[in-house]
């Protein structure tokens, strides 16, 4: 087992949308990441944050750190959203990271 | 140039040769990292280097050999690889330290044949 399981793998919406994808982690963690990796490789980090909630323009993150989850929503989603998002925990021992298999979103015009 | 840069960024190569991957950042950061992402499978942190200094090392075969020669660039030297060695390879750059965001180049696509 994954020490972060992430939930759908695979999401297709409509534009417009409200998009969740679900991250939980089974290790102590010090942060934890999300990342949007578009066709072709390059990656990009969205969020990191180690408590409560994080927004920047349409996305928003937040954690549970006592249930050991995090959110990822999109609001209005428009096919430009359309990627591989994943989580990462970056582990409180060492200079670890774990990652999520990834959530594949394909946003329909 | 800006941010983090990686070359190639497409590499085909027999198990017998040996080739070396680059990457370059400059944002200042002083840690940088080797990941190997292949299909259908999580990312996999290879290497962190510190202030130049190797600090982990996942279990990686000895085929693959990082060099840090300064904070600003490192490499990644391969030798005799398998097929499945066959990936995507990502470079990322932070500040050293646990819980700094990291900018991550554009990756090398290797192919072994």
């Known amino acids: 087992k994954n020490e972060v399981e992430q939930s759908p793998q695979n999401l297709t919406a409509q534009e417009g949308e409200f998009i969740t994808i679900n991250c939980s982690y089974s290790v102590g963690i010090s942060a934890l990441h999300w990342l949007q990796q578009h066709p072709g490789g390059g990656i990009v980090s969205l969020f990191m944050?180690?408590?409560g909630k994080k927004k920047h323009g349409r996305l928003i993150a937040t954690i549970n750190i006592q249930e050991k989850h995090s959110s990822l929503h999109i609001t209005a989603s428009h096919p430009r959203d359309s990627a591989v998002y994943i989580c990462a925990a970056n582990s409180n021992t060492g200079n670890q990271f774990y990652f999520g298999t990834g959530t594949s979103l394909t946003v329909i015009p | 140039e800006t941010g983090v840069t990686q070359t190639p960024r497409h590499l085909v190569m027999g198990m017998t040769n040996k080739k070396s991957l680059k990457c370059e950042q400059h944002l200042g950061h002083n840690a940088m990292y080797w990941y190997k992402q292949s299909a259908k499978k999580p990312l996999e942190l290879m290497f962190v280097?510190?202030?130049?200094?190797?600090?982990e090392n996942n279990s990686v075969p000895s085929r693959f050999s990082p060099e840090c020669p300064n904070s600003s660039h490192l490499f990644l030297h391969l030798h005799t690889l398998q097929p499945e060695d066959s990936a995507l390879y990502l470079c990322?750059?932070?500040?050293?330290?646990?819980?700094?965001?990291?900018?991550f180049g554009p990756g090398t696509r290797l192919t072994v044949t």
């Open positions: 990322a750059s932070s500040q050293a330290g646990q819980t700094y965001e990291q900018y």
């Open positions: 944050l180690s408590s």
């Open positions: 280097y510190n202030f130049k200094e190797q600090t």
